[in-house]
């Protein structure tokens, strides 16, 4: 959510930004709030009037009764009384024009960054950098879920009977390496500084309308029925709404926080989700990174971000890319975004295993999270994201990066600890 300031001083700023990600419908919005703005400021100030008046008044009426003016007194007091009506008036259309301006607020969208490459959807992201060599190997490399097949490490077929599409059952070594691979990642953020959480995994709708705008939280998230708790679709929510109402010194930051969770997406709107694979499905489980910091300190922090996943996969032996989200890519909290890919031999071609996210003072506006300066002042922090790693999805980089001409999967080196000291997978009994 912007600073309504910016849209009193600069509302053509604001128009310019909502036509660079390509929302003109949303253009109206911003004239509807300046004349709400500048209607509820007016009424503010006589209700301000009003009150000033009416204190000065009942000090009047106290002293035209101490002196025995009793018809004087009743006279100020009739007046008194009118000021009263027209208060509660006053209150009312204060009330009613902060709720709508808080509507339209929510959903005009956060400032991009002015590096920000321009373009109408994810086809115009701009890739930035590739980081380790991608091969494809001399043998054919089989669909990911027939990879699993043959090492006996998933039922689709049973996940279906109990849960529908997009679930799944891992078993043996698969799930074995699906766990693995969080414990390391859990160990890999440690190392670098970042302090463990395991959150919770329902939140509260507060929260969930303060990390996320309302067409993502359609689109994304599961409602328990008669509660007011959501499933979160990533650790970030739970993490990010930690924080809600907060006042943080200044000397504390930054927080920088990794958390493990299961997500829960109903993907509405996705494609791919019908598909026999694990690539976009309704649950899954993560290792995430979330700062807190100052304004000053955020863009450092989202190139740390990054590069972190990016040294993870490579630790792992797996190729992968960056891309810079254009403007139309964009989520309406974000200022920037680079997604990380990893190289899928079989497809010849990258796909998306994370997403790193910088989203300036967005979230900490809505859920009320600032910092206390030396000086006493506060003002409002940054929040940033990124993942470290998602399986299954990340697993299918890296059974087909692995994968050896005789159908077993070999386990890199950083991995072996985690997986009792082996060194390839090969086909268990069930």
């Not at 399986?391 to 999967?409: C, H, K, S, Y």
Request: aromatic content about 8%.
């Amino acid at each position: 959510m912007l600073d309504i300031k910016l849209l009193r001083t600069d509302p053509e700023k604001v128009k310019e930004n909502i036509r660079k990600k390509f929302q003109d419908d949303k253009l109206p919005l911003v004239d509807e709030v300046v004349q709400m703005d500048k209607d509820f400021r007016a009424a503010k100030t006589r209700a301000d009037e009003l009150r000033a008046k009416r204190n000065t008044m009942s000090k009047q009426i106290g002293g035209l009764m101490a002196k025995g003016q009793k018809e004087e007194a009743e006279k100020v007091k009739d007046e008194v009384k009118q000021y009263g009506a027209e208060l509660e008036e006053l209150a009312a259309k204060e009330a009613e024009l902060e709720g709508e301006i808080k509507k339209r607020m929510m959903v005009i969208p956060q400032l991009i960054g002015d590096d920000v490459p321009i373009g109408k959807d994810d086809s115009e992201n701009v890739e930035r950098e590739r980081f380790g060599e991608p091969v494809v190997p001399d043998f054919e490399v089989p669909y990911h879920v027939d990879i699993m097949e043959a090492l006996n490490g998933i039922d689709l077929d049973a996940a279906r009977k109990t849960s529908g599409n997009g679930f799944y059952y891992l078993r043996g070594d698969i799930a074995r390496l699906h766990s693995a691979i969080l414990s390391y990642a859990r160990d890999f953020m440690i190392d670098r500084g970042f302090t463990y959480y395991v959150p919770p995994f329902m939140i509260r709708s507060d929260v969930v309308t303060g990390v996320m705008s309302f067409a993502e939280m359609e689109n994304m998230m599961y409602k328990i029925e008669g509660e007011d708790l959501y499933l979160i679709g990533t650790s970030e929510h739970s993490m990010i709404g930690k924080f809600i109402d907060e006042i943080i010194p200044e000397g504390e930051l930054p927080k920088a926080l990794t958390s493990y969770s299961p997500c829960f997406r109903k993907e509405v709107g996705a494609h791919g989700i019908e598909e026999r694979g694990v690539y976009r499905i309704h649950q899954f489980e993560k290792q995430e990174m979330i700062v807190v910091c100052k304004p000053e300190d955020s863009d450092e922090w989202y190139k740390k971000l990054w590069n972190n996943t990016v040294d993870f996969f490579r630790t792992l032996d797996i190729p992968v890319r960056t891309l810079e989200c254009c403007s139309g890519d964009l989520a309406d909290l974000k200022v920037r975004s680079l997604d990380v890919e990893a190289w899928s031999p079989r497809q010849k071609k990258y796909f998306e295993v994370g997403s790193c996210s910088n989203l300036g003072d967005a979230q900490a506006r809505r859920l009320g999270i600032r910092i206390k300066g030396a000086d006493g002042q506060k003002y409002f922090a940054h929040t940033l994201n990124n993942t470290v790693v998602a399986p299954p999805r990340m697993l299918i980089a890296f059974l087909e990066n692995n994968l050896q001409a005789d159908g077993t999967v070999r386990v890199p080196e950083a991995l072996r600890p985690y997986m009792g000291g082996k060194e390839k997978l090969e086909k268990c009994k069930v």
